[in-house]
């Protein structure tokens, strides 16, 4: 089986201050991790995976496999970071769930003025 | 390219009743998923399919719910009868493969359903 655990379901910063989004998880296998994010009235959107070890928006997120953690974080908050946070994770071939896209919880971020 | 296309938007349905929802994916993905988004919740996978075949149904209620998606293309989501506690968004996704490639599923956005 596979899990994601977002363990806050909101999280609120001021603008300028750093950020970081919990998420950790459990799978039987080496697993691909995602980031979505949903703003506003919009629709469901991916911000970042892990493979490709980008920086989007100034997020940055490592998978971290001893602590099956892969934590979003931002150095500097903005006001237009304020969104829906969602970790997810997909199985891969081989393991139990294969290509299952499972997401957690979601948090909430709210950046203040 | 065009996104995922949802229809309809909102539906208010009475218990019992039965609700269809349709959903046109991006042009030549091969994987569809519908999820369950209840308010508060992380989306909750129903069913997702590789081209026609269905690939996971574990977490679809299978008394009430069924979903098909005919040429592997448009799929529908259907609930008879439905019940107060499916009251929920109801979200599908693309993808252009499912399994073992690091590949983005893409979002529609969604059909929120009430039952009263």
């Known amino acids: 089986a596979q899990r994601v655990t977002q363990p806050e379901k909101l999280l609120s910063v001021f603008k300028g201050a750093p950020v970081e989004l919990k998420c950790n998880y459990s799978?039987?296998?080496?697993?691909?991790l995602f980031w979505y994010v949903q703003y506003s009235r919009q629709r469901l959107q991916l911000l970042l995976r892990?493979?490709s070890r980008e920086s989007i928006k100034g997020f940055t997120a490592d998978l971290n496999k001893g602590e099956t953690s892969f934590h979003l974080k931002k150095p500097f908050a903005q006001e237009e970071d304020s969104a829906m946070y969602y970790c997810?994770?997909?199985?891969?071939?081989?393991?139990?769930?294969?290509?299952?896209?499972?997401f957690g919880q979601g948090t909430i971020l709210t950046v203040h003025p | 390219e065009a996104g995922v296309a949802q229809s309809p938007r909102y539906k208010i349905i009475e218990k019992r009743q039965s609700v269809a929802f349709w959903c046109n994916p991006i042009?030549?993905?091969?994987?569809l998923y519908w999820y369950q988004q209840i308010l508060g919740q992380g989306p909750k996978l129903l069913i997702q399919?590789?081209?026609?075949?269905?690939?996971?149904d574990s977490q679809l209620p299978k008394d009430r719910f069924s979903a098909e998606r005919l040429k592997g293309v448009d799929s529908t989501l259907k609930i008879q009868p439905a019940k107060l506690e499916d009251s929920a968004v109801y979200l599908c996704?693309?993808?252009?493969?499912?399994?073992?490639?690091?590949?983005?599923?893409?979002f529609g956005q969604g059909t929120r359903l009430t039952v009263v």
């Open positions: 996704a693309s993808s252009p493969r499912g399994g073992n490639m690091n590949t983005e599923a893409f």
């Open positions: 042009s030549g993905h091969a994987t």
């Open positions: 399919f590789q081209n026609n075949g269905v690939v996971d």
């Open positions: 997810a994770l997909r199985g891969i071939a081989g393991g139990t769930s294969y290509g299952k896209l499972t």
């Open positions: 799978y039987s296998g080496s697993p691909e």
């Open positions: 892990h493979i």
